[in-house]
T-cell receptor, first 114, second 113 residues
Framework: GESVGLHLPTLSVQEGDNSIINCAYSNSASDYFIWYKQESGKGPQFIID?????DKRQGQRVTVLLNKTVKHLSLQIAATQPGDSAVYFC?????????????FGAGTILRVKS | NAGVTQTPKFQVLKTGQSMTLQCAQD?????MSWYRQDPGMGLRLIHY???????DQGEVPNGYNVSRSTTEDFPLRLLSAAPSQTSVYFC????????????FGSGTRLTVV
């Protein structure tokens, strides 16, 4: 079936530490994955994406790793800051006849302790 | 440049009432979609559109109608509201049919009593 799930519903980290948020996906045909950050009362905000022909992609303080063998995706946040506290979703793009749709996982709450 | 604008931000309906959630984007994006987000869950696709005059169903379309008469606007209609439709609704637009560049609105929190 089409589903994207997360291993850890809540993650608490100390400010300055690195955070790792994990995600499992089930659709082996998906070729594009996105991580979103959602702050309270706001819509999802794009963080970083990765195509299936890549294993790793780096942004500013964030890195996404893709392991297609075990259908696993992770988001690494370096030197986590209080402003990183939010809900993080992984999503995969599934192609339909006319275009695409985003399939979201349930989300991981990241809490940063000062 | 306002991005994706949703109105209203909050709404309370009685069971059986109808209403339209508005969504407008000023980025000339062809692709627009509606999602609902229930507590503790990710977003689920309701309906989407690949351009003016073209719409299709998503994962949870029952109870909702859409139309796309212009590129800018993509309203979501609830014909007869039910408590199960209590949720936060997000509209999104994208410039690419490959899934790139999704921009989300700030959401409409709907409560049906």
């Amino acid at each position: 079936g089409e589903s994207v799930g997360l291993h850890l519903p809540t993650l608490s980290v100390q400010e300055g530490d690195n955070s790792i948020i994990n995600c499992a996906y089930s659709n082996s045909a998906s070729d594009y994955f996105i991580w979103y950050k959602q702050e309270s009362g706001k819509g999802p905000q794009f963080i970083i994406d990765i195509r299936s022909n890549m294993d790793k992609r780096q942004g500013q303080r964030v890195t996404v790793l893709l392991n297609k063998t075990v259908k696993h995706l992770s988001l690494q946040i370096a030197a986590t800051q209080p402003g990183d506290s939010a809900v993080y979703f992984c999503a995969e793009i599934i192609m339909w006849e006319y275009g695409n749709k985003l399939v979201f996982g349930a989300g991981t709450i990241l809490r940063v302790k000062s | 440049n306002a991005g994706v604008t949703q109105t209203p931000k909050f709404q309370v309906l009685k069971t059986g009432q109808s209403m339209t959630l508005q969504c407008a984007q000023d980025m000339n994006h062809e692709y627009m979609s509606w999602y609902r987000q229930d507590p503790g869950m990710g977003l689920r696709l309701i309906h989407y559109s690949v351009g003016a005059g073209i719409t299709d169903q998503g994962e949870v379309p029952n109870g909702y109608n859409v139309s796309r008469s212009t590129t800018e606007d993509f309203p979501l209609r609830l014909l007869s509201a039910a408590p199960s439709q209590t949720s936060v609704y997000f509209c999104a637009s994208s410039y690419s049919n490959r899934g790139y560049g999704y921009t989300f609105g700030s959401g409409t929190r709907l409560t049906v009593v």
